[in-house]
């Protein structure tokens, strides 16, 4: 193993460790660690929010600028100081949310093959943040103000750009004019804005884009952060004198954090490390890779055109045309540079109910490395081999809890899944008329599936709130759903033995479906 | 609905991410340089001179009347020499190359030096035309520098050449 993939494997198993520690107080959906991306985005509104606000007020005269925001901390405290507080909080964390997405996606592995574009596309985005955020303490015009302006020209004069030094602007009071601060607001209104236009880009190619958290943890971090702007108020430094250094100042360590590195080492250093750190983001998705799974195969002839696996694919990797064959009907066509190789295609398509009798059964869409048709002879082999007094088919994702490892045995038939969504919901009615008394489907948990939206998907249709649905007439006391990671296999265990229990509880109930004898008509 | 342990888990955890966020965005506090330091500035962009010619009476007779400027100036600026001593010590030595491709544009510096603050004894020499041997531009003095002063070193022509401020 490379020093590389130890290093990515290390700090994903620390990631993966806090997120399923969170998830006690937090569960799936509320967890802040699943949904850096989406909290990210509401700090960012926040920050808009609250900056339009400090914008109608502000008064870009030189001396004005200062009192004009200092006035909204000194006398409007509980609205405009509030404001500015929240503005300078939320913008902190958001760049506390973005690197650690950043570092959250890499620890994944998410940065090469079908994730290429948003990886790369986000990488820009992480300057953009930084410009809008360092730009933003020059319009208050304090010391601290003085010292980033200073310290950003001096930065920037070591790189061949002008042809002046742009630090002779900040080399005596009378060097500064008001159309500076003109300009600077324009700046700091004009980069924000295509940092949101290259969010639109970095999620364009996803679909069921969370754009927002849940109203739990939107709340939450509102509170939070309103406590923290209430009994810790954003208030200015003595106001800039470019006559003298600034002193002793409070400092913003999450965005102004290059200053003191460069005071340290050199702008030469610096340099090298903002352009190296972003080369290598950028040649990450070259490093050697596994061979990309095979991608989803769409079989003309059993596509109906549905749309289903154009709802449920996470990767907006489906579209839909005219289908060549039938006029007026339409088909699925994948893109293999989008396509995850989840399977989520195969559990949507109508076209994958094992019910069919076709001796082979060949689906509207499918995977080639596990078809359903695999699927099904899986699952038919694995039946008449169960034996003991309840018999238990558990459907599991290969990349949750090491199921197949620990649960196999006489009365329990374990089948590895790409993903749980990928498995149509029929098969657990199918197993259950083919002899299982009992069927469990471990999915991720929740908002942990490697392709987004697989535990969702499961989830939703088992419970008949989603298209391809279980059928109503299946007993839910037959059916268990349990959500595991990849260190649950304790907790998947005893989900077993739980839902064991129950089903033997249940003794000689009438819920039992009516078998099914899947034969193969004569003219397949 | 959340269990009460869930709730105060959620309560610890957004105060931890609101402490987190309240303490690095104002400490540790930063201090850029002591308090007992002043800095100087050396901040110079001037256009070096040129290496003109005055062309003879026969050269001009040669050229179109609407063309017959006196003096024949090339379009390169010439480099500029520059020395720094602070109480007698010499702090920077460095020749200054005319930007642009042709080599017509300023030549510019900017550099940072702290010193003690206090009272001191500073001289800046340049030559814009190093064609010529010596100075052309030279100014010396005592300094006084009190502490966290930013002194500044530039040069106007209309000021006189070389100044502090």
């Known amino acids: ?524 | 609905m959340l269990k009460p342990a869930a709730i105060v888990g959620q309560v610890i955890l957004y105060g931890a991410f609101a402490a987190f966020i309240g303490y690095f965005a104002t400490s540790p506090t930063y201090h850029q340089i002591p308090d007992d330091v002043a800095l100087i500035k050396l901040s110079i962009s001037h256009l070096g001179d040129r290496a003109c010619r005055k062309r003879t009476p026969e050269e001009l007779a040669k050229m179109p009347p609407n063309m017959r400027a006196p003096m024949d100036c090339p379009r390169e600026r010439s480099d500029i020499k520059l020395e720094v001593d602070l109480d007698g010590r010499e702090v920077f030595r460095t020749v200054l190359h005319p930007t642009g491709l042709y080599k017509d544009g300023v030549s510019t510096v900017y550099k940072r030096f702290e010193v003690k603050a206090g009272t001191h004894q500073l001289a800046v020499r340049m030559n814009d035309n190093v064609v010529n041997p010596g100075f052309n531009f030279v100014q010396e003095e005592e300094i006084s520098l009190a502490p966290r002063q930013v002194m500044v070193i530039d040069f106007n022509p209309d000021q006189g050449g070389l100044y502090f401020k």
């Open chain 1, 1 to 524: 193993m490379s020093f590389h993939a130890a290093l990515r494997n290390a700090t994903k198993s620390v990631f993966l460790r806090v997120e399923e520690a969170f998830d006690a107080p937090f569960g799936g959906r509320d967890n802040p660690l699943r949904h850096l991306g989406a909290i990210g985005l509401y700090l960012l509104w926040i920050v808009v929010g609250s900056g339009l606000y400090l914008y109608t007020v502000l008064d870009t005269g030189i001396d004005a600028v200062y009192s004009s925001i200092g006035y909204l901390s000194q006398e409007q405290w509980y609205l405009g100081g509030v404001l500015r507080s929240l503005h300078r909080y939320a913008s902190d964390g958001f760049m506390l949310v973005m690197m650690l997405h950043l570092l959250r996606e890499w620890s994944y592995g998410r940065y090469f093959g079908f994730r290429l574009y948003s990886w790369m596309t986000g990488i820009p985005l992480i300057w953009l943040a930084y410009v809008a955020g360092i730009g933003g303490y020059w319009i208050v015009w304090d010391e601290l103000a003085q010292l980033s302006a200073t310290a950003t020209t001096e930065l920037l004069d070591w790189l061949p750009i002008f042809n002046e030094p742009s630090a002779r602007n900040f080399l005596s009071p009378d060097t500064i004019s008001d159309r500076f601060f003109t300009v600077l607001i324009f700046i700091h209104l004009g980069v924000p804005l295509l940092l949101i236009l290259g969010l639109w880009a970095h999620v364009h190619r996803i679909s069921h884009v969370d754009y927002l958290p849940t109203r739990r943890v939107m709340l939450a971090t509102a509170a939070a952060l309103t406590v923290l702007a209430l009994f810790r108020p954003v208030l200015s430094n003595p106001p800039a004198n470019l006559a003298s250094v600034p002193g002793e100042l409070a400092f913003d360590w999450f965005i102004l954090f290059i200053h003191p590195l460069t005071d340290l080492s050199s702008p030469a250093f610096v340099w090298a490390l903002l352009f190296g750190l972003t080369a290598l983001l950028f040649a990450l998705p070259l490093l050697p890779h596994g061979r990309p799974p095979p991608v989803a195969v769409v079989n003309p002839a059993n596509c109906t055109g549905c749309d289903r696996c154009l709802a449920d694919c996470p990767y907006a990797a489906i579209s839909m045309a005219p289908h060549p064959g039938r006029p007026g009907s339409r088909l699925a066509v994948v893109d293999p540079d989008l396509c995850a190789a989840c399977g989520i295609c195969a559990g949507a398509c109508p076209s994958s109910t094992p019910f069919r009798r076709r001796e082979k059964l060949v689906t509207g869409i499918d995977m080639p490395q596990l078809s359903v048709n695999a699927l099904r002879e899986q699952l038919e082999a694995a039946l008449p081999r169960l034996t003991g007094r309840t018999r238990i088919v558990v459907f599991a994702c290969d990349r949750g809890a090491a199921a197949g490892k620990l649960l196999a045995a006489d009365d329990t038939a374990v089948i590895d899944l790409m993903c749980t969504g990928m498995l149509p919901p029929a098969f657990v009615e199918y197993a259950l008329r083919g002899g299982a008394d009992g069927v469990m489907l471990a999915a991720c948990r929740e908002g942990g599936c490697e392709f987004r939206l697989g535990d969702r998907w499961s989830s939703e249709r088992l419970l008949g709130e989603r298209e391809p649905h279980l059928r109503h007439s299946v007993p839910p006391s037959r059916l268990q759903l349990t959500f595991a990671s990849a260190h649950d296999s304790t907790r998947l265990a005893t989900a077993l033995t739980e839902f064991r229990t129950r089903i033997e509880a249940l003794g000689a109930t009438t819920d039992r479906l009516q078998p099914y004898l899947r034969r193969a008509p004569h003219h397949a």
